[in-house]
């Protein structure tokens, strides 16, 4: 990858602000969690495992900064991370194991406790990196020479530490000497798909064609598309998958015209502790996202908006979620 969605640099964190992408390639750097955490809330970085990682960074930048590793202070720190966006499970993971790691060192030294808090923070990092090469591999095997896959949102190197979920199976492919066709769900209200994933792959020199959310069922129906690969922000224990607004809509639409449809996923997005989907919080953005996408009015003043930022996509859609440690037959038939 030509660009470096986070990264730990002088005990700061520098991200892409990716509120600005397509049109600049803007980096931000910053040792203040609090700036990190409005990062997270504005989509400055998003992508379920890259909040994830930029939580557990969060972490020793914080106490690293203040010099203060009180247990009132890392606790805190916790608090406001997991308060910042509540559909992502990568997020909570990241914090959870972030404040094991310091209950586990809290009575050394200060030098000791933060020394292990940045050192947890790069294994989140890491992890993701290998976790989304495995996914890139076994993805890389239900794809042929010449196929053509539809994605929604961005589930890219933008989303992750690595070269993504959805997004690494296309470059493992293409790696592979694979030639592919892409096409891009433009993903409404924010544009994940068009300004970050067409965006993505362009620089990759991926043949990406974007189109508007609805017209992926007409190239359905023209049987144009071999296969649907998207990501997950929560995989629930019965196989029920929370992805950004509209995955519902594809996985339907995949499954009436015959279309494998696939959930690249980590190991850190599957939350077992909940049954069904049902039990996923979904995050509500504000009105003006989708009145004043982009400072651009385009509905009434006053018209009521109801904005859901994620779906759910039951279990029954899913041919195959494509995780790092192998491929796992779905529910659908
Ligand atoms: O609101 P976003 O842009 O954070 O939503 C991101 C998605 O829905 C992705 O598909 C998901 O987090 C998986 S990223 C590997």
């Known amino acids: 990858m030509n660009f470096k969605t986070l990264e730990l640099t002088d005990n700061k964190l520098r991200w892409i602000d990716q509120t600005k992408l397509p049109l600049e390639v803007v980096y931000k750097i910053s040792d203040d969690y609090n700036e990190i955490i409005t990062a997270i809330k504005r989509l400055e970085i998003r992508g379920a495992p890259a909040i994830g990682i930029a ?20 606790l805190n720190v916790a608090d406001q991370l997991n308060a910042s966006r509540p559909t992502a499970v990568n997020l909570f993971w990241a914090v959870a194991r972030m404040v094991e790691m310091y209950h586990k060192y809290k009575d050394e030294s200060k030098k000791v406790i933060i020394e292990e808090l940045f050192f947890e923070a790069k294994c989140i990092h890491n992890e993701d990196i290998e976790m989304c090469l495995g996914i890139g591999k076994h993805g890389a095997e239900l794809i042929k020479d010449g196929d053509t896959i539809l994605t929604h949102c961005n589930a890219g190197a933008l989303a992750t530490g690595g070269i993504g979920t959805a997004l690494a199976v296309i470059y493992t492919c293409k790696a592979q000497g694979k030639t592919l066709k892409v096409f891009a769900d433009e993903t409404r209200p924010l544009l994940q798909g068009a300004r970050l994933t067409a965006w993505e792959l362009q620089q990759e020199n991926i043949d990406v064609t974007l189109i508007t959310d ?23 224990a019965n196989g029920d998958v929370a992805n950004k607004i509209g995955t519902y809509a594809v996985a339907v639409l995949a499954k009436e015209n015959n279309i494998p449809f696939y959930v690249a996923v980590p190991e850190s997005t599957f939350d077992r502790s909940l049954e ?46 494509i995780t790092d440690t192998g491929l796992k037959k779905g529910m659908r038939e």
Do not use: C
Not at 57 to 70: E, L, P, R
Not at 224 to 231: L, T
Not at 277 to 302: L, Y
């Open 55 to 74: 939580a557990g960074y969060s972490f020793a930048i914080a106490a690293h900064k203040a010099q203060d590793v009180s247990e009132k202070f890392i």
């Open 276 to 321: 069904t989907g049902d039990e996923i919080i979904i995050e509500e953005r504000s009105s003006e996202e989708v009145t004043k996408g982009f400072g651009n009015q385009t509905a009434p003043d006053g018209v009521k908006v109801y904005s859901p930022a994620f779906d759910v996509t039951p279990a029954k859609y899913i041919s195959y979620y």
């Open 214 to 236: 609805n017209t992926a069922g007409m190239l359905m129906r023209l049987g144009k598309i071999d296969h649907v690969i998207v990501g997950a922000d929560r995989v629930t």
